[in-house]
């Protein structure tokens, strides 16, 4: 099947510092990422789709200066979460989607973010 | 407003036992509805579904889909401890390929 990696797997910083968190499709092509957060005890909720070569399209809510979304090639998107503050921690887990008929998705490992 | 909704959160049950995970939406749009398991780390795929009424199946694993009553289940049977996990039921609005997520089933699988 379809591999998605994330890098970093963990990350703890300090507060007004920012992050970079890096998804990588690792055997396909994916034409468009999605990026998510889950807090603790909570389901996945959407904060923006990003498809390569264009601008990311952000969720109503959810601060597109704040959270800086780069798909500069079909197997890279970034996600930096820039002055970062403790409410920012939490689990961000990014997706991405090939062009197969099936429209799957495939879920990276996720980076869990700690800002202390 | 779009929405997908699970019952029940939480359940607890003993191996052997077999459970009905449930899963209701209102979409504008409907492409498809997938059902996720997730454990420490992101959600792993477990069905696809698209077609009214037909089944399917992975091992002790099973799942249908009903488009005019606008819900789906996932059954499990011979329940094990392994299959401890949310399980998470998110439905495709056909909005280029974004994913509406239920608050998830916490299943707890004891000896």
């Known amino acids: 099947g379809a591999v998605v990696s994330q890098h970093p797997s963990w990350v703890i910083c300090k507060s007004g510092t920012s992050v970079k968190i890096e998804c990588r499709s690792l055997d396909f092509q994916a034409t468009t990422m999605f990026w998510y957060r889950q807090f603790p005890k909570q389901s996945l909720m959407l904060m923006a789709t990003?498809?390569?070569?264009?601008?990311?399209?952000?969720e109503q809510g959810v601060e597109k200066d704040k959270f800086l979304i780069n798909h500069a090639s079909l197997t890279l998107s970034t996600l930096t979460v820039t002055s970062a503050h403790p409410e920012d921690s939490s689990f961000y887990i990014c997706?991405?989607?090939?062009?197969?008929?099936?429209?799957?998705?495939?879920f990276g490992p996720g980076t869990r973010l700690t800002v202390t | 407003e779009d929405k997908v909704v699970q019952s029940p959160l939480s359940l607890v049950v003993h191996e052997g036992d077999t459970v009905t995970l449930n899963c209701s939406y209102e979409?504008?749009?409907?492409?498809?509805l997938l059902w996720y398991k997730q454990e420490k780390k992101a959600p792993t795929f477990l069905f696809m579904l698209?077609?009214?009424?037909i089944e399917k199946k992975s091992g002790r694993l099973s799942s249908i889909l009903d488009k005019k009553e606008l819900f789906s289940i996932l059954n499990i049977t011979a329940t094990q401890t392994g299959d401890s996990a949310i399980y998470l039921c998110?439905?495709?609005?056909?909005?280029?390929?974004?994913?509406?997520f239920g608050q998830g089933t916490e299943l707890s699988v004891k000896p």
């Open positions: 990003s498809n390569e070569g264009s601008k990311a399209t952000y």
């Open positions: 698209t077609s009214s009424g």
């Open positions: 979409v504008t749009n409907f492409r498809s």
């Open positions: 998110a439905v495709d609005d056909n909005q280029g390929g974004k994913l509406i």
């Open positions: 997706s991405a989607r090939g062009t197969s008929v099936a429209y799957e998705q495939y």
